[in-house]
């Protein structure tokens, strides 16, 4: 479950950031393997620490039976807002946190929750208002090491991260060419 403080390293981004039009295929490369059914379970389950950020993923690690630790959703796939599987994903988590997070942003809020959701030793839920595709970057760079974080790829499968110090430098290369 999740411990510990996670704001280490990254206090200076704690602010709302835009990603830059020049960025946003930069961003589309996967960054780790992308695992769809069995593969990503065999991985989820020998997560320590498992974070899953988007839906469709989400719901599907829920209903194979190991959830995630912490779960950032918006309740759309693909931009629709009518999911089959909204009720499975509205009945996870211990504690729920409603954040506004724009497209294309990462809101202070939303860094705020992500921390919040680390310190918590209960599963955590985080409803996006917005957008959460970027939140994957935040949940990345506040992750404890050895953290799983897994998102969706849409179409692809789910984009498989182990947190580790090369990882986290990475973001913090990425949040510093997001314009404030």
Known sequence: MPTGSSRSGFDEFFRDLRLPEDMRDFLKEEPGPVLVGDELLKVAKQAKLLVSVGDFCTMDLITRGRPPDIAVVDFK??????????????????????????????????????????????????????EEDLLSLVCVALAPLG??????????????????????????????????
């Open 77 to 130: 796939t693909k931009r629709e807002e009518k999911l089959e599987y909204a009720h499975v994903l509205e009945a996870f988590g211990e504690i729920v946190m409603e954040v506004v997070n724009p497209p294309a942003m990462i809101t202070r809020e939303a860094w705020m929750a992500v921390s919040e959701a680390f310190k918590s030793k209960k599963r955590v839920r985080l409803d996006i208002r917005g």
């Open 147 to 180: 953290t799983t974080v897994v998102y969706g790829m849409p179409g692809k499968g789910a984009v498989v991260v182990l947190v580790d110090s090369r990882e986290k430098s990475k973001m913090r290369s990425i949040f510093r060419k997001m314009v404030a």
